[in-house]
């Protein structure tokens, strides 16, 4: 019962190109079915994910840690509710980051779980830079 | 009862059988000779009832199983046309659908049955646990029928509860990954489930015989809680129990029809008639009422594994309930402390499933916490101290004594029903106010409309009127993809002629082809063509209405609605008020407003809207004075427009509603004189027996 080898094969990783996006947008693109966010942050949204002491969180993860060096302004996180999977809003909450509307949790602007009962941050998803406008998801 | 049976046919034909195999004589000691004790209430009327349910879904399955397509793409779809293009599909459809509803209810009767007459007590514990096992089956079952429509709450639904098991350390996401067939809830999952969806009522009914069987070597429990002793407290199952069961399944199904035929959406969800759509979570996610109490339960545990937890623990505890009640006196008859708690389990339960469907916030979270507590404090705290502490009031000494004495005394239970009532009233009281403080926005008025109601029928004249006010006005940008041009010559309908819906029809361009050259050609419509959509896709009608894509209005006054809130909620259902829908587009119609009031931020792009969720509508008011002209004098006024449309897409979203109503009325005639007939023929069955 687990995947079949079509789905496997629809799995594959996918490009995205960053160019359109805007500082303060964001995207959703669709990987395995799931949706994933891509945020183009502002400099007070980096600021603010990096000013907080991480030790204090639910879940501690430098936001170092959740993107690539030298591209520090892309947010790039699965877009699925770490607490039972619903979509969560982005550019809601008071975080400056996701809000989820189905059971209240908030992730901040580096998409970790700030309030709320979310166990975890939302997941990284594996991907990488092939230039510095478009990334590989996958 | 247990052992061969002395029966023996008197047909030779019969007789060769029983010989080679004793059916007739299993079937003769188990439902006709079985010894039923006399005392037994209406409330043991519950297990016929269940049966009858379980058969009658199954039969509603199968059929709704030859009409129904499992995929993605198509599920959808196919749903709608069974209601609305098979023989008596909607009929089908709704007694299946409102049949689990139906199907809960009397489990949870007959559970709270077992609960209170102790009827889970040596030597039934095997029965009992058989039964929670068909209980929990029931709720898989349920739980997979539910995600088979796809719609929005089928898809979230099904993404919440197969997330339920991601909570499990270590293994938890590769489950989950198994239970979906990919990498989210996709089309195999949907296949998955419903395969099994058809396999499970089938273990349902084999667990069910193993109860049965169980049952009839225990024998049934009742009232009084002492066990037959000579023949005088038993009396056969048949005709006795039969034609009580039969009387109880006759008022049952009363109840069933009342839903069946005049609010078969009741007790869905709007949302389940918007198509499941993967990228947008709806505001508020519910599960159907009877999943209410234990959703509760996972909220209100801020842990998301303890939540998980809970909540299974909730059902499984019911396994060990036995052992947890250790008293020796099983009917709460005689247990004055025990039937106090009872009631308050009873009330604790229901107010667990009016907490499970409000948002998680504020005093809903707390209360949640105080009756989770209260819940699982019943089974390990109160039962287990009642049997130690409590002085049972003496048990008589056999059925047929009980059955004499029947004039006891009966005024202890007022006292315990009026403390409850005061408790729940007052959490009623605090949680409106509550939820009057965090909505603030404005309830769309209620209207007259000419189909609400048990007799309603569809205002001709308003529909033809409708219908051109959506061709000259809203099809611009909304499509009307459920309806055919035939749909428009159908009885229940508009009144047109055959030969005026073919002229209406071809009136429209419709893409057809290939040809034989390969080549896509239009042609005129036809009657049986769909309305055509204006756009050719999604993403084309996003892209030409700034990212709002205008939805499809077949089905939308069945789509939207409005929270009732408590208690309209419970009145509304004794005057069938089933027009949110309706009520709600009317009001949106008419709800722009060019000045927008202080405080209210309305994007660059957006409209003000006095009814619409947030204000902020993408699309234009679409409606003004004289835009469309009437040729049978009605005014051509915004209020006449909206109410004219709304009843047009009332009748796209239900166009055999008159079929429905008319028939469920000849329905309540038939029930009505059939449960007369067995009430008075079981009273003179009884006659000698109270």
Known sequence: MNPDASTIAAGAPIEVDLSPIAEGQDIKVFWRGKPIYISHRTKK?????????????????????????????????????????????????????????????????????????????????????????????? | MSGPSDYQPSNPALQWIERRLPIFGLIHSSFVAYPTPRNLNYWWTFGAILSFMLGLQILTGVILAMHYTPNADLAFKSVELIVRDVNYGWLLRNMHAV??????????????????????????????????????????????????????????????????????????????????????VGNPTLNRFFSLHYLLPFLIAGVVVLHVWALHVAGQ??????????????????????????????????????????????????????????????????????????????????????GVIAMFGAIIILCFLPWLDAAKTRSSKYRPLAKQFFWIFVVVCILLGYLGAQPPEGIYVIAGRVLTVCYFAYFLIVLPLLSRIEKPRPVPNSISDAVLAKTGSRST???????????????????????????????????????????????RGALQRGLKVYKEVCASCHGLSYIAFRN??????????????????????????????????ERPGRAADYFPSPFPNEQAARAANGGAAPPDLSLITKARSYKRGFPWFIFDFFTQYQEQGPDYVAAVLQGFEEKVPEGVTIPEGSYF??????????????????????????????????????????????????????????????LIIFAFMMYFTKKKVWADSH
């Not at chain 2, 198509?275 to 209410?292: D, K, R, S």
Request: charged share 15%.
């Open chain 1, 45 to 138: 949204q980096i600021d603010e994910a990096r000013a907080v002491n991480v030790a204090s969180l639910p879940d501690p993860q430098s936001d170092e840690a959740r993107v690539k060096s030298g591209h520090e302004q892309w947010l790039v996180v699965i877009g699925i509710c770490t607490h039972l999977g619903c979509i969560p809003i982005a550019h809601e909450g008071s975080y400056d980051g996701f809000f989820c509307p189905c059971h209240g949790s908030q992730y901040d602007s580096s998409g970790r779980i700030r309030q709320g009962p979310a166990p975890a941050n939302l997941p990284v998803p594996p991907y990488q830079f092939v230039s510095d406008t478009k990334i590989q998801i996958g």
């Open chain 2, 99 to 184: 049949g689990a509803s139906m199907f809960f209810v009397a489990v949870y009767v007959h559970m709270f049955r077992g609960l209170y007459y102790g009827s889970y007590k040596e030597p039934r514990e095997v029965l009992w646990i058989l039964g929670v096992i068909i209980y929990l089956l029931m709720m898989a079952t349920g739980f997979m029928g539910y995600v088979l429509p796809w719609g929005q709450m089928s898809f979230w639904g099904a993404t919440v509860i197969t997330n339920l098991f991601s909570a499990i350390p270590y293994v938890g996401e590769s489950i989950v990954t198994l239970l979906w067939g990919g990498y989210s």
């Open chain 2, 221 to 306: 429990n009742n009232p009084d809680g002492v066990e037959p002793k000579t023949e005088k407290d038993t009396v056969p199952f048949t005709p006795h129990a039969t034609i009580k069961d039969m009387f109880g399944v006759a008022c049952f199904m009363l109840l069933y029809a009342w839903f069946i035929f005049y609010m078969p959406n009741y007790l869905g969800d709007a949302d389940n008639y918007i198509p499941a759509n993967p990228g947008v979570t709806p505001p508020h996610i519910v599960p159907e009422w009877y999943y209410l109490p234990f959703y509760a339960i996972l909220r209100s545990i801020p842990n998301k594994l303890a």
């Open chain 2, 413 to 459: 239970p007022m006292v315990s029903t009026a403390i409850v009532l005061a408790l729940a009233g007052s959490l009623f009281a605090g949680s409106i106010d509550s939820a009057k403080a965090s909505e603030g926005s404005d309830t769309p008025p209620g209207n007259k409309w000419s189909f609400s109601g048990p007799f309603g029928k569809f205002d």
């Open chain 2, 488 to 521: 428009l010559a159908e009885p229940g309908g508009p009144g047109y002629s055959v030969a005026q819906a073919a002229a209406f029809a071809s009136e429209y361009k419709v893409k057809d082809g290939p040809n034989d050259a390969g080549d896509m050609f």
């Open chain 2, 609 to 670: 809207n006095k009814y619409f969720p947030g204000h902020a509508i993408k699309m234009p008011k679409p409606l003004s004075d004289g835009q469309v002209t009437y040729d049978d004098g009605s005014p051509t006024t915004v209020a006449q427009y909206s109410k004219d449309v709304t009843t047009f897409l009332m009748w796209t979203a239900e166009p055999h509603m008159e079929a429905r109503k008319q028939l469920g009325f000849q329905v309540f005639v038939f």
